[in-house]
């Protein structure tokens, strides 16, 4: 059965009622999980780049605006509480280590490596060391950049599964390169997923399910023309569940490729047959 994620990030504004707003959109979806993200803004970014200018609904620079739309703790407390309520599993992308060691007090059951933190090395060996689950994702990458992650999953006997991934927001549809799923299974004996950023519920995250995709996640939201650039590349609350609808009709209908002869055929075979007897 296919993974679905409902990738949060930021769409959330830092609103914990916005949160929990999309938290019900994913349950209702029917999506297995819905995922966050954490960063220490002032140690991942330069300050010259926090410093750059950029017109906000919380202020005039790169710096009011990211840090506004970071959760603190305590508000994680909260999703944590509420996605505990609501029956569906939440896990968070980190892009630090202090993040990372923050977050742990939650005991989530996944963790999930970003694109941009693939060649991060000191935060996958902080992440594999926890022997979590991991969702990887592989935008923006090369195959050595892959191989180099995945040693050291491998080192620290942490579970992974990839997942195919472009890092445009929103992702060019001709660019997908869906082949990569099956060649990335190939090379690397491992489940591989599918991390979207297109525009559309389904002309690209169904055909990933076709060609294997163990897992599916895509960004949601309320509204795609709120602030924010994830919000082109998210998925309202209709088109999240005709994606989800539409997965799990797959999840049954694409089968074992074993050929069988079904029972609901043997009384047109008898039929139909007979005639060359």
């Known amino acids: 059965m296919v993974f679905v994620i409902g990738e949060i990030g930021t769409n959330h504004l830092g609103d914990l009622k916005v949160a929990k707003k999309i938290i ?163 090379k690397f004996k491992c489940k591989v997923g599918y991390s979207g950023h297109e525009v559309g519920a389904t002309n690209v995250s169904i055909p990933a399910v076709m060609l294997g995709a163990s897992s599916i996640e895509r960004h949601i939201t309320v509204n795609r023309t709120w602030y924010g650039h994830d919000q082109a590349a998210s998925l309202e609350p209709q088109g999240l569940q005709r994606l989800v609808r539409d997965i799990r009709v797959l999840d049954k209908i694409q089968g074992n490729g074993k050929k069988k002869i079904w029972s609901t055929e043997i009384p047109n075979q008898k039929k139909l047959r007979q005639i060359f007897c």
Request: proline share 4%; aromatic share 12%.
């Open 24 to 186: 019900d959109i994913a349950k209702d979806a029917g999506c297995d999980a819905v995922k966050f993200q954490k960063k220490n803004v002032e140690k991942i970014y330069t300050k010259k780049f926090l410093d750059s200018p950029l017109d906000s609904p919380w202020g005039k620079t790169q710096r009011e605006m990211r840090l506004h739309r970071e959760f603190s703790l305590k508000q994680f407390e909260e999703i944590n509480r509420y996605c505990k309520k609501k029956n569906i599993e939440w896990f968070v992308s980190c892009w630090d280590t202090e993040s990372q060691v923050s977050m742990r007090k939650f005991k989530t059951k996944y963790n999930k490596v970003a694109s941009a933190m693939l060649t991060h090395k000191k935060l996958l060996e902080l992440i594999a060391k926890e022997k979590k689950y991991t969702f990887i994702s592989t935008g923006m990458s090369t195959i050595k950049n892959i191989e180099e992650a995945i040693k050291i999953f491998k080192k620290y006997k942490c579970p992974f599964e990839l997942m195919h991934c472009h890092s445009a927001y929103p992702m060019p549809t001709e660019e997908a390169n869906l082949n990569m799923i099956p060649e990335l299974r190939k």
